[in-house]
């Protein structure tokens, strides 16, 4: 950390071994300080989408925003849904960088617990007002898994998730239930008992 310089808004490093990722929940926090100088400027409605995880404000002349959620498979969306005033959307999934190797799928969302890719989900979406928040707890509720996703959402006050296992299954808080169009047959959802937050 010591090779790094910090010049205003610039970032850099004369230490070519310096390497800085910004995954995790960096996404979330950028996405949040942008929307944040958008509206100091006066912008009222607006939708920042950082490869599919994004934070809506205002409307679309006069209509919510219409976001879809993408199917795991990649085939289509299992859900749409519209946002509210401001509002966060941000999901993690397995499909995007992953590889096979002697047999067995490996995806970049890693289990500290184990040190190996995060098993039992295929993708979680969380809606929250806040966009760290919601790209924080998107990944830890991918990590905790359909046996323990319910438990890490109450910790973390979010009311809104969609879990998509590896089974077909569908997870979500009737907060979420009660917004999305799903597209997937109802036998394969599951509602969870109701989240109570202060936080949203």
């Known amino acids: 950390m010591g090779d790094l310089q910090l010049d205003g808004i610039s970032l850099k490093s004369i230490n070519p071994n310096v390497k800085l990722d910004f995954g995790a929940f960096g996404k979330g926090y950028g996405i949040s300080l942008a929307m944040q100088h958008l509206q100091q400027l006066g912008i009222e409605n607006a939708?920042?989408?950082?490869?599919?995880?994004?934070?809506?404000i205002g409307s679309r002349n006069g209509a919510p925003w219409r976001i879809g959620i993408r199917h795991p498979s990649g085939e289509g969306?299992?859900?749409?849904?519209?946002?509210?005033?401001?509002?966060?959307?941000f999901t993690s999934g397995d499909y995007e960088r992953n590889f096979t190797w002697k047999g067995r799928r490996y995806h970049h969302i890693i289990d500290p617990r184990t040190g190996y890719p995060a098993e039992g989900t295929r993708s979680v979406t969380v809606i929250d007002s806040d966009a760290t928040r919601a790209d924080a707890a998107a990944t830890a509720l991918f990590i905790a898994g359909p046996n323990q996703w319910?438990?890490?959402?109450?910790?973390?006050?979010?009311?809104?998730?969609?879990?998509?296992?590896?089974?077909?299954?569908?997870?979500?808080?009737?907060?979420?239930?009660?917004r999305v169009e799903l597209a997937v047959d109802k036998e394969k959802i599951r509602i969870s008992p109701a989240i109570n937050s202060g936080i949203n």
């Open 47 to 56: 939708i920042i989408n950082a490869g599919g995880d994004l934070q809506a």
């Open 150 to 178: 319910f438990n890490i959402a109450q910790q973390m006050g979010i009311t809104q998730v969609l879990l998509f296992d590896e089974a077909g299954y569908i997870h979500i808080t009737p907060d979420m239930a009660a």
């Open 77 to 89: 969306v299992i859900a749409t849904v519209e946002t509210r005033g401001n509002e966060s959307v």
